[in-house]
């Protein structure tokens, strides 16, 4: 399923880039709200597992492309 470009594609450069940006926007508001800790790490830990996942779908995207067949 990973293998697919147009999947990779969509994980790339959509869906994981809009959950980082969301979940900086939750981590920004739980700081400003008070609640420093828990988002401190909502900052810097799952907005960055959805950034390197974003960079890990691309680059995969990219080798998948490469690998594929000039026939189809």
Same mark, same amino acid.
């Given at each position: 399923?990973?293998?697919?470009?147009?999947?990779?594609?969509?994980?790339?450069?959509?869906?994981?880039?809009?959950?980082?940006?969301?979940?900086?926007?939750?981590?920004?508001?739980?700081?400003? @709200?008070?609640?420093?800790?828990? @988002?401190?790490?909502?900052?810097?830990?799952?907005?960055?597992?959805?950034?390197? @996942?974003?960079?890990?779908?691309?680059?995969?995207?990219?080798?998948?492309?490469?690998?594929?067949?000039?026939?189809?």
């Amino acid at each position: 399923m990973l293998r697919k470009p147009e999947i990779l594609f969509v994980l790339g450069y959509m869906l994981l880039p809009l959950l980082a940006l969301l979940s900086a926007i939750v981590g920004l508001t739980m700081i400003l @709200g008070g609640n420093k800790i828990a @988002g401190a790490i909502v900052l810097v830990v799952v907005t960055q597992l959805f950034a390197f @996942g974003a960079m890990f779908a691309l680059r995969r995207r990219k080798s998948a492309l490469l690998a594929e067949p000039d026939g189809e």
